[in-house]
Protein backbone atom coordinates (compact mmCIF):
# COMPACT_ATOMS: atom_id res chain seq x y z
CA UNK A 1 0.00 0.00 0.00
CA UNK A 2 1.49 3.21 -1.07
CA UNK A 3 -0.52 6.80 -0.77
CA UNK A 4 -3.48 4.92 -0.11
CA UNK A 5 -2.66 3.27 -3.58
CA UNK A 6 -2.43 -0.53 -3.30
CA UNK A 7 0.28 -1.81 -5.78
CA UNK A 8 0.30 -5.62 -7.13
CA UNK A 9 1.74 -7.13 -9.99
CA UNK A 10 -1.30 -5.95 -11.84
CA UNK A 11 -0.17 -2.45 -11.26
CA UNK A 12 -1.48 0.70 -9.35
CA UNK A 13 -5.39 -0.36 -8.45
CA UNK A 14 -8.13 2.32 -6.90
CA UNK A 15 -7.52 2.38 -3.06
CA UNK A 16 -9.72 0.41 -0.90
CA UNK A 17 -12.88 0.84 0.89
CA UNK A 18 -12.62 -1.29 3.68
CA UNK A 19 -15.88 -0.10 5.20
CA UNK A 20 -17.57 -1.68 1.82
CA UNK A 21 -19.91 -4.76 3.16
CA UNK A 22 -20.02 -7.73 1.36
CA UNK A 23 -23.32 -8.10 0.70
CA UNK A 24 -25.98 -10.34 -1.72
CA UNK A 25 -25.79 -6.92 -4.33
CA UNK A 26 -22.05 -7.51 -4.37
CA UNK A 27 -22.24 -10.88 -5.29
CA UNK A 28 -24.64 -9.95 -8.19
CA UNK A 29 -22.33 -7.07 -9.65
CA UNK A 30 -19.61 -9.67 -9.57
CA UNK A 31 -21.37 -12.57 -11.10
CA UNK A 32 -22.57 -9.75 -14.04
CA UNK A 33 -18.63 -9.17 -14.26
CA UNK A 34 -18.05 -13.01 -15.56
CA UNK A 35 -17.38 -13.78 -18.95
CA UNK A 36 -17.95 -17.52 -19.23
CA UNK A 37 -20.38 -20.11 -20.31
CA UNK A 38 -23.50 -19.82 -18.77
CA UNK A 39 -23.04 -23.43 -16.93
CA UNK A 40 -20.09 -22.14 -15.42
CA UNK A 41 -21.61 -18.61 -14.23
CA UNK A 42 -24.53 -20.48 -12.72
CA UNK A 43 -21.72 -22.65 -10.42
CA UNK A 44 -19.89 -19.19 -9.61
CA UNK A 45 -23.61 -17.84 -8.78
CA UNK A 46 -24.56 -20.38 -6.35
CA UNK A 47 -20.82 -20.92 -4.98
CA UNK A 48 -20.79 -17.07 -4.16
CA UNK A 49 -24.63 -16.87 -2.85
CA UNK A 50 -23.37 -20.09 -0.56
CA UNK A 51 -20.57 -18.24 0.65
CA UNK A 52 -22.54 -14.67 1.44
CA UNK A 53 -25.23 -16.68 3.32
CA UNK A 54 -22.43 -18.42 5.78
CA UNK A 55 -21.33 -14.79 6.27
CA UNK A 56 -24.79 -13.35 7.20
CA UNK A 57 -26.29 -16.29 8.89
CA UNK A 58 -22.75 -15.34 10.87
CA UNK A 59 -23.42 -11.96 11.45
CA UNK A 60 -20.62 -11.26 9.57
CA UNK A 61 -21.03 -8.30 7.08
CA UNK A 62 -16.91 -7.70 6.67
CA UNK A 63 -15.31 -10.71 6.82
CA UNK A 64 -11.62 -11.01 7.48
CA UNK A 65 -8.22 -14.02 6.32
CA UNK A 66 -9.72 -15.64 10.03
CA UNK A 67 -13.10 -16.13 8.88
CA UNK A 68 -12.14 -17.25 5.43
CA UNK A 69 -9.90 -19.85 6.99
CA UNK A 70 -13.66 -21.04 8.92
CA UNK A 71 -15.42 -20.97 5.84
CA UNK A 72 -13.32 -22.97 4.48
CA UNK A 73 -12.91 -25.39 7.12
CA UNK A 74 -17.31 -25.47 7.71
CA UNK A 75 -17.20 -26.59 4.20
CA UNK A 76 -14.68 -29.41 4.41
CA UNK A 77 -16.80 -30.60 7.30
CA UNK A 78 -20.06 -30.78 4.54
CA UNK A 79 -18.89 -31.59 1.52
CA UNK A 80 -16.14 -33.87 -0.33
CA UNK A 81 -12.86 -32.53 -1.44
CA UNK A 82 -13.65 -31.60 -5.07
CA UNK A 83 -16.52 -29.45 -4.35
CA UNK A 84 -14.39 -27.10 -1.74
CA UNK A 85 -12.33 -27.02 -4.14
CA UNK A 86 -14.83 -25.87 -6.48
CA UNK A 87 -16.51 -23.53 -4.01
CA UNK A 88 -13.01 -21.96 -2.85
CA UNK A 89 -11.86 -20.88 -6.24
CA UNK A 90 -15.23 -19.11 -6.80
CA UNK A 91 -14.34 -17.15 -3.73
CA UNK A 92 -10.85 -16.57 -4.74
CA UNK A 93 -12.16 -14.99 -7.87
CA UNK A 94 -14.79 -12.92 -6.25
CA UNK A 95 -12.35 -11.25 -3.37
CA UNK A 96 -9.56 -10.94 -6.57
CA UNK A 97 -12.46 -9.05 -7.71
CA UNK A 98 -13.31 -7.17 -5.32
CA UNK A 99 -9.55 -6.01 -4.55
CA UNK A 100 -8.89 -4.75 -8.34
CA UNK A 101 -12.76 -2.40 -8.11
CA UNK A 102 -11.33 -1.19 -4.81
CA UNK A 103 -14.51 -2.61 -2.69
CA UNK A 104 -12.45 -4.87 -0.44
CA UNK A 105 -9.26 -6.35 0.36
CA UNK A 106 -8.39 -9.70 -0.89
CA UNK A 107 -9.01 -11.63 2.24
CA UNK A 108 -9.15 -15.49 0.29
CA UNK A 109 -5.09 -14.64 -1.33
CA UNK A 110 -3.49 -18.16 -1.05
CA UNK A 111 -6.19 -19.74 1.07
CA UNK A 112 -6.29 -22.88 0.00
CA UNK A 113 -9.15 -25.04 -0.90
CA UNK A 114 -8.68 -29.20 -0.38
CA UNK A 115 -6.49 -31.37 -1.11
CA UNK A 116 -7.67 -33.76 -4.44
CA UNK A 117 -6.50 -37.17 -4.73
CA UNK A 118 -5.55 -37.38 -9.11
CA UNK A 119 -7.21 -40.72 -9.06
CA UNK A 120 -10.73 -41.25 -10.43
CA UNK A 121 -13.19 -40.93 -8.05
CA UNK A 122 -15.61 -43.32 -10.47
CA UNK A 123 -14.80 -46.97 -11.53
CA UNK A 124 -15.39 -48.42 -14.62
CA UNK A 125 -17.27 -51.52 -16.11
CA UNK A 126 -15.23 -54.40 -17.52
CA UNK A 127 -16.43 -55.39 -20.84
CA UNK A 128 -18.26 -58.60 -19.57
CA UNK A 129 -20.42 -55.97 -17.77
CA UNK A 130 -20.87 -53.83 -20.63
CA UNK A 131 -22.17 -56.61 -22.27
CA UNK A 132 -24.63 -57.64 -19.33
CA UNK A 133 -26.19 -53.53 -19.23
CA UNK A 134 -26.72 -53.74 -22.75
CA UNK A 135 -29.06 -56.97 -22.51
CA UNK A 136 -31.23 -54.34 -19.73
CA UNK A 137 -32.22 -52.40 -22.93
CA UNK A 138 -35.47 -53.37 -24.47
CA UNK A 139 -34.76 -53.36 -28.07
CA UNK A 140 -38.19 -53.96 -28.68
CA UNK A 141 -39.14 -50.28 -28.03
CA UNK A 142 -38.16 -47.49 -29.26
CA UNK A 143 -37.08 -45.98 -26.04
CA UNK A 144 -34.77 -49.01 -25.75
CA UNK A 145 -33.19 -48.62 -29.14
CA UNK A 146 -32.41 -45.07 -27.84
CA UNK A 147 -30.97 -46.09 -24.74
CA UNK A 148 -28.91 -49.17 -26.34
CA UNK A 149 -27.58 -46.49 -28.92
CA UNK A 150 -26.84 -43.65 -25.70
CA UNK A 151 -24.64 -46.49 -24.05
CA UNK A 152 -23.09 -48.16 -26.86
CA UNK A 153 -22.10 -44.36 -28.21
CA UNK A 154 -20.28 -43.37 -25.05
CA UNK A 155 -19.11 -46.87 -24.03
CA UNK A 156 -17.43 -47.13 -27.40
CA UNK A 157 -16.50 -42.87 -28.20
CA UNK A 158 -16.09 -41.95 -25.05
CA UNK A 159 -18.32 -39.19 -24.75
CA UNK A 160 -19.71 -37.27 -21.82
CA UNK A 161 -23.59 -36.52 -21.17
CA UNK A 162 -23.62 -33.08 -22.49
CA UNK A 163 -21.76 -33.87 -25.68
CA UNK A 164 -24.70 -36.50 -26.78
CA UNK A 165 -26.78 -34.21 -25.67
CA UNK A 166 -25.90 -31.49 -28.05
CA UNK A 167 -25.74 -34.03 -31.57
CA UNK A 168 -28.25 -33.53 -33.76
CA UNK A 169 -28.84 -35.83 -36.78
CA UNK A 170 -27.19 -34.20 -39.49
CA UNK A 171 -24.28 -34.79 -37.08
CA UNK A 172 -23.40 -38.20 -38.32
CA UNK A 173 -21.01 -37.73 -40.94
CA UNK A 174 -17.72 -39.31 -41.97
CA UNK A 175 -14.21 -39.17 -41.39
CA UNK A 176 -11.62 -41.41 -43.50
CA UNK A 177 -13.40 -43.98 -44.36
CA UNK A 178 -15.50 -44.17 -41.28
CA UNK A 179 -18.95 -42.99 -40.28
CA UNK A 180 -18.53 -40.76 -37.81
CA UNK A 181 -20.21 -38.30 -35.15
CA UNK A 182 -19.47 -34.75 -34.62
CA UNK A 183 -19.36 -33.32 -31.22
CA UNK A 184 -19.35 -30.41 -29.21
CA UNK A 185 -16.76 -31.09 -26.40
CA UNK A 186 -16.46 -29.53 -23.11
CA UNK A 187 -15.75 -25.89 -23.34
CA UNK A 188 -16.08 -25.83 -26.93
CA UNK A 189 -18.41 -23.65 -28.47
CA UNK A 190 -18.09 -25.50 -32.34
CA UNK A 191 -18.61 -29.18 -33.37
CA UNK A 192 -14.98 -29.73 -34.36
CA UNK A 193 -14.30 -32.90 -32.53
CA UNK A 194 -15.95 -36.43 -33.68
CA UNK A 195 -15.77 -39.40 -32.82
CA UNK A 196 -15.82 -42.47 -34.85
CA UNK A 197 -18.67 -45.49 -35.17
CA UNK A 198 -17.90 -48.89 -34.89
CA UNK A 199 -20.19 -50.74 -37.37
CA UNK A 200 -22.77 -52.06 -34.47
CA UNK A 201 -22.78 -48.47 -32.85
CA UNK A 202 -23.81 -47.20 -36.54
CA UNK A 203 -26.43 -49.80 -36.71
CA UNK A 204 -27.49 -48.78 -33.10
CA UNK A 205 -28.03 -45.31 -34.07
CA UNK A 206 -29.74 -45.76 -37.77
CA UNK A 207 -32.11 -48.24 -35.99
CA UNK A 208 -33.22 -46.18 -33.32
CA UNK A 209 -33.64 -43.19 -36.08
CA UNK A 210 -35.90 -45.56 -38.18
CA UNK A 211 -37.87 -46.18 -35.80
CA UNK A 212 -38.42 -42.93 -34.78
CA UNK A 213 -38.91 -41.83 -38.00
CA UNK A 214 -37.00 -38.63 -37.94
CA UNK A 215 -35.06 -37.46 -40.76
CA UNK A 216 -35.05 -33.31 -39.81
CA UNK A 217 -30.97 -33.40 -40.03
CA UNK A 218 -31.50 -29.87 -37.59
CA UNK A 219 -33.35 -32.57 -34.78
CA UNK A 220 -31.52 -33.77 -31.47
CA UNK A 221 -29.96 -37.03 -32.15
CA UNK A 222 -31.47 -38.14 -29.26
CA UNK A 223 -35.06 -37.06 -28.19
CA UNK A 224 -37.26 -37.00 -25.07
CA UNK A 225 -39.55 -39.83 -24.76
CA UNK A 226 -41.59 -38.52 -21.38
CA UNK A 227 -44.92 -36.81 -21.72
CA UNK A 228 -44.35 -33.73 -20.88
CA UNK A 229 -41.32 -33.16 -23.14
CA UNK A 230 -41.47 -36.12 -26.09
CA UNK A 231 -39.95 -35.54 -29.32
CA UNK A 232 -37.58 -32.64 -27.60
CA UNK A 233 -33.78 -33.06 -27.07
CA UNK A 234 -33.21 -34.73 -24.24
CA UNK A 235 -31.18 -33.62 -21.35
CA UNK A 236 -27.65 -34.99 -19.75
CA UNK A 237 -29.36 -35.17 -16.77
CA UNK A 238 -31.42 -37.70 -18.24
CA UNK A 239 -29.16 -39.25 -20.32
CA UNK A 240 -27.18 -39.54 -16.54
CA UNK A 241 -30.31 -41.34 -15.31
CA UNK A 242 -31.16 -43.35 -17.57
CA UNK A 243 -27.38 -45.00 -17.96
CA UNK A 244 -27.29 -45.39 -14.33
CA UNK A 245 -31.07 -47.02 -14.30
CA UNK A 246 -29.71 -49.85 -16.35
CA UNK A 247 -26.39 -50.48 -14.79
CA UNK A 248 -28.60 -50.83 -11.71
CA UNK A 249 -30.74 -53.07 -13.51
CA UNK A 250 -27.96 -55.02 -14.58
CA UNK A 251 -26.81 -55.51 -10.88
CA UNK A 252 -24.52 -52.74 -10.98
CA UNK A 253 -25.80 -50.46 -8.34
CA UNK A 254 -22.73 -48.52 -6.88
CA UNK A 255 -22.06 -44.65 -5.98
CA UNK A 256 -18.74 -45.02 -7.92
CA UNK A 257 -20.78 -46.46 -11.39
CA UNK A 258 -22.31 -43.57 -13.10
CA UNK A 259 -22.76 -42.14 -16.39
CA UNK A 260 -19.77 -40.99 -15.93
CA UNK A 261 -18.05 -44.41 -16.12
CA UNK A 262 -18.56 -45.32 -19.43
CA UNK A 263 -16.33 -42.20 -20.43
CA UNK A 264 -13.80 -44.09 -17.84
CA UNK A 265 -14.43 -47.55 -19.41
CA UNK A 266 -13.91 -46.61 -23.07
CA UNK A 267 -9.87 -45.78 -21.77
CA UNK A 268 -9.66 -48.73 -19.85
CA UNK A 269 -11.03 -51.50 -22.57
CA UNK A 270 -8.61 -49.41 -25.22
CA UNK A 271 -5.87 -49.48 -22.99
CA UNK A 272 -6.47 -53.46 -22.21
CA UNK A 273 -7.28 -54.28 -25.67
CA UNK A 274 -4.05 -52.29 -27.09
CA UNK A 275 -4.58 -48.85 -27.51
CA UNK A 276 -1.24 -46.94 -26.61
CA UNK A 277 -1.99 -43.64 -24.38
CA UNK A 278 -1.15 -41.18 -27.36
CA UNK A 279 -4.57 -43.01 -28.82
CA UNK A 280 -6.59 -42.73 -25.81
CA UNK A 281 -5.89 -39.15 -24.98
CA UNK A 282 -7.29 -38.44 -28.66
CA UNK A 283 -9.93 -40.63 -28.17
CA UNK A 284 -11.15 -38.51 -24.54
CA UNK A 285 -9.88 -35.46 -26.26
CA UNK A 286 -7.61 -34.78 -23.20
CA UNK A 287 -5.65 -31.58 -23.34
CA UNK A 288 -2.86 -32.93 -21.56
CA UNK A 289 -1.36 -36.50 -21.59
CA UNK A 290 -0.80 -36.28 -17.93
CA UNK A 291 -4.88 -36.91 -17.39
CA UNK A 292 -4.56 -40.14 -19.75
CA UNK A 293 -1.60 -41.48 -17.58
CA UNK A 294 -3.92 -41.66 -14.66
CA UNK A 295 -5.44 -44.93 -16.47
CA UNK A 296 -2.19 -46.36 -17.63
CA UNK A 297 -0.81 -46.19 -13.89
CA UNK A 298 -4.02 -47.27 -12.69
CA UNK A 299 -4.32 -50.41 -14.86
CA UNK A 300 -0.09 -50.45 -13.60
CA UNK A 301 -1.37 -51.38 -10.25
CA UNK A 302 -4.20 -53.71 -11.00
CA UNK A 303 -1.53 -56.13 -13.08
CA UNK A 304 0.93 -55.88 -10.25
CA UNK A 305 0.92 -59.12 -8.42
CA UNK A 306 3.69 -58.34 -5.57
CA UNK A 307 0.62 -59.53 -2.78
CA UNK A 308 0.92 -63.03 -4.18
CA UNK A 309 4.10 -63.25 -4.74
CA UNK A 310 5.20 -61.90 -0.80
CA UNK A 311 2.27 -64.58 0.10
CA UNK A 312 3.88 -67.46 -2.15
CA UNK A 313 7.03 -67.01 -0.29
CA UNK A 314 5.27 -66.83 3.46
CA UNK A 315 2.83 -68.97 3.27
Known amino acids: MENGLQ ?23 FVGFIDAAPQSVN ?4 SI ?20 LQYRDTLKAQY ?13 LFFRWTAQ ?25 TSGQVKAVFQTAD ?14 LMVTGGIR ?25 KGKEEKADYVKLAAPVEKAIRDYLRARGETDGSAPLFASDSNNSKGARITPRSISRLVKCHMTEAGYNSDRLTAHSLRHTAATLNLL ?6 ETQQLLRHTNINTTLIYCHALERAKNNSESRIAAAVF
Not at 104 to 122: E, F, M, Q, S, T
Open 7 to 29: ITAAGIQAPIQTGTAITEELGRQ
Open 43 to 46: TYRA
Open 49 to 68: RRMIEHFKAAAITRPTRANM
Open 80 to 92: KPASVALHMTAAR
Open 101 to 125: QGYYPNIADHVKGAKLDRGHKKDYL
Open 139 to 152: RATLTGKRDYAIIA
Open 161 to 185: CIEASRANIEDLRTAGDSAALYIQG
Open 273 to 278: NGGTPE
